[in-house]
């Protein structure tokens, strides 16, 4: 028993699939790494331009405190050592202040540089602290830029400085935000990447797998997937797909049922074939018998036996699925009703009044053995729901039939209950 157990366990485990950077996994991985890069890009092009105005604005601050020590000392004219030192401590090349329409140079280096361009923090707007603030990133280096910002109630400051030292706190600034973006983003990658996997990827391989192992036995019951129980559309898709997976099994079971059926009948009528043979050699012997009686009987007899084989012999060939076309005659439907009538017993029936209302000249385009088969089915159905009535009910059975252009309608009806309505519904299906 155990080893039949570890037989079927080890045929239905799916081997495990190799990692595929083409696969759904490596799509959600790379995927989640652009995105948080693009966030993170998002996130630097404000921050630089705030950085690189911070900067300047950390430099005016610094510049506003010396310029008001100086202003405030009772000597007119700073000392040429005290400019260098001032500057060398601002890192910039000169100092002035402006106040009252009177601008006044408070410290400058021996060989000031030619100012490049000029940056007043008063009424920067955003869109151009960006552009100023790339700008300066990527184009900066050995400018000279001139900075200007508030002093006192009414005043404005200038300080002119290089522009290497600020594009160098901006590229250290920048690799800072890239190095804390690759790790923020590897961080967040694995994050998503290991909860998505978990909850989407995981799942979805699971059902391909199963769908995939069945696939290779659908009537092997073990094969069937086990819903894992879960409430979300994963949990709704698994148990929808294991029934229908039970559904289809059932499905081939009744087909595998109806073919072992559909062999046995054809060996049956096989073998009543043969029997019938052998009874149409006797009657063949009867009808030269020279009895009125045998005479007048022995046609009719003949006539069933070879409807009986024939109809044997379309059984078989149904079984193979070959379907006789239609063997369509000038067929007299009156003579035809009467037969049929006369093989089952109805015409001379105790009990059910039988009416043949078929005009005697009425003629047809017909497969007659088909036709008669019919009307067997339908005659002997109506007899036998009338043997079945009350005796005192009036019991007949007619069968009539009239021309309209080139259209026959065949008409059976009887006085007996009707068929059910449930019989009704089901009453052409196969």
Not at 296 to 320: H, Q, S, T
Request: with cysteine.
């Amino acid at each position: 028993m155990s080893t039949e157990t570890e037989s079927i366990a080890e045929s239905t485990t799916v081997p495990p699939r190799p990692v595929r950077w083409t696969g759904l996994s490596g799509k959600l991985l790379v995927l989640t790494v652009l995105f948080v890069m693009l966030a993170e890009v998002l996130i630097f092009v404000p921050s630089i331009a705030n950085f690189h105005k911070t900067q300047i604005e950390d430099r005016l601050r610094v510049a506003t405190v010396a310029a008001r020590a100086l202003t405030s000392s009772p000597a007119t004219v700073v000392p040429e050592d005290l400019q260098l030192e001032l500057l060398d401590e601002l890192d910039a090349h000169a100092l002035a202040v402006r106040e009252g329409g009177m601008k006044q140079l408070l410290a400058m280096s021996a060989s000031p540089p030619m100012v490049t361009r000029e940056i007043s923090v008063l009424d920067l707007a955003p869109s151009t602290a960006i552009m100023t603030a790339f700008d300066t990133l990527l184009f900066g280096g050995d400018r000279a830029i001139r900075a200007i910002g508030p002093y006192r109630e009414d005043g404005s400051i200038d300080v002119v400085f290089s522009e290497a030292g600020l594009r160098k706190a901006m590229l250290g600034y920048s690799k800072n935000i890239l190095l804390l973006s690759i790790v923020i983003s590897g961080f967040s990658a694995i994050l998503v990447y290991v909860s998505l996997r978990r909850m989407f990827v995981k799942p979805m391989q699971r059902l391909g797998d199963a769908m995939r192992l069945w696939a290779e036995a659908p009537d092997d019951p073990a094969r069937v997937l086990v819903a894992s129980g879960r409430d979300d559309e994963f949990g709704q898709a698994e148990r929808q797909i294991a029934d229908m997976q039970r559904h289809v099994q059932e499905v081939l079971v009744q087909q595998r049922r109806l073919a072992d059926l559909g062999l046995a009948v054809s060996k049956i009528n096989h073998d009543l074939r043969n029997l019938l043979a052998s009874a149409q050699l006797l009657s063949d012997r009867l009808a030269t018998i020279q009895d009125p009686a045998v005479q007048r009987f022995a046609p009719k007899l003949i006539a069933a036996l070879d409807r009986a084989i024939a109809y044997a012999e379309a059984v078989l060939a149904y079984g193979k699925a070959q379907e006789a076309p239609p063997a369509r005659r000038l067929v007299q439907l009156r003579r035809l009703v009467t037969d049929v009538a006369e093989v089952i017993g109805l015409t001379a029936h105790p009990t059910i009044e039988w009416c043949d209302e078929v005009p005697a000249e009425l003629e047809i385009d017909a497969d007659s053995e088909q036709l008669f088969r019919v009307l067997m089915n339908l005659l002997r159905n109506s007899m036998q729901a009338l043997e079945q009535g009350d005796p005192a009910c009036v019991k007949r059975l007619c069968v009539g039939a009239e021309r309209s252009g080139s259209v026959v309608r065949l008409t059976v009806r009887d006085t007996g209950p009707g068929v059910p309505t449930k019989a009704r519904e089901a009453l052409f299906k196969p």
